[in-house]
């Protein structure tokens, strides 16, 4: 069971918007740590795809942008493409742990 | 551009144990502020933090695995190296090494390919 909690599976239509949630507690994402995402595609390993909350790697599009309040995170992408289908992880710190720490993964599916 | 390959057995017995190697390349592992870590994914399942080292051969480990796993660094060979101890069918994964800036919760930025590490007699 992952300290960060995401939901198993989102879609969506190409060209639409969807969000992924990534929600934590007072002792890592309520703590002020930063949340990282990344994406990852079959087969494929992970990729950091914005980090600091908000901040996207060169490369990166601006189609994929981040935010965080409280004790939860969102990964928003806009304008979905097919390119998009894979699965998606936030990650966090957390302090009584004294570690890092995953969300179980959300699977976006590209209708 | 700096590159992570993971390399050791891809079998493993129960209650040996598991041993991998993560070569840097295209970089110094000894210079930048970062340390140098392990993550393992079982099939079908998410990522799980296995632990991290400095090169000054500081460790974090996963409270939950901390009891047999070892990090370490060689930092003549631009190598860190991972031993879990005692392991069963549960350890069974694709190890990944990983990149991270010196900094708690920091991201990770450079992976490796990852290498699946199965478990069995």
């Known amino acids: 069971q992952s300290v960060l909690t995401q939901p198993p599976s989102v879609s969506g239509a190409p060209g639409q918007r969807v969000t992924i949630s990534c929600t934590g507690s007072?002792?890592?994402?309520?703590?002020?740590?930063?949340v990282h995402w990344y994406q990852q595609l079959p087969g494929t390993a992970p990729k950091l795809l914005l980090y600091?909350?908000?901040n996207r790697p060169s490369g990166v599009p601006d189609r994929f942008s981040g935010s965080k309040s409280g004790t939860s995170a969102s990964l928003a992408i806009t304008g979905l493409q097919a390119e998009d289908e894979a699965d998606y992880y936030c990650?966090?710190?957390?302090?009584?742990?004294?570690?890092?720490?995953f969300g179980g993964g959300t699977k976006l599916t590209v209708l | 551009q700096v590159q992570l390959q993971e390399s050791g057995p891809g079998l493993v017995k129960p209650s040996q144990t598991l041993s991998l190697t993560c070569t840097v390349s295209?970089?110094?592992?000894?210079?930048?502020?970062?340390?140098w870590a392990w993550i393992r994914q079982p099939a079908g399942k998410g990522l799980e933090w296995i632990g991290r080292?400095?090169?000054?051969?500081?460790?974090n480990y996963n409270p939950s695995l901390k009891s047999r796993v070892t990090i370490s660094v060689d930092t003549s060979k631009n190598q860190f190296s991972l031993q879990l101890s005692s392991v069963t069918a549960a350890d069974t994964a694709v190890y990944y090494c990983?990149?991270?800036?010196?900094?708690?919760?920091?991201?990770?930025?450079?992976w490796g390919q990852g290498t699946l590490v199965t478990v069995s007699s």
């Open positions: 990983a990149r991270g800036y010196s900094y708690r919760g920091a991201p990770f930025d450079y």
């Open positions: 295209g970089g110094s592992i000894g210079s930048g502020n970062y340390y």
């Open positions: 080292v400095y090169t000054s051969g500081s460790t």
């Open positions: 007072s002792s890592d994402i309520g703590a002020g740590y930063d």
């Open positions: 600091g909350n908000t």
């Open positions: 990650q966090s710190y957390d302090s009584s742990l004294s570690g890092v720490v």
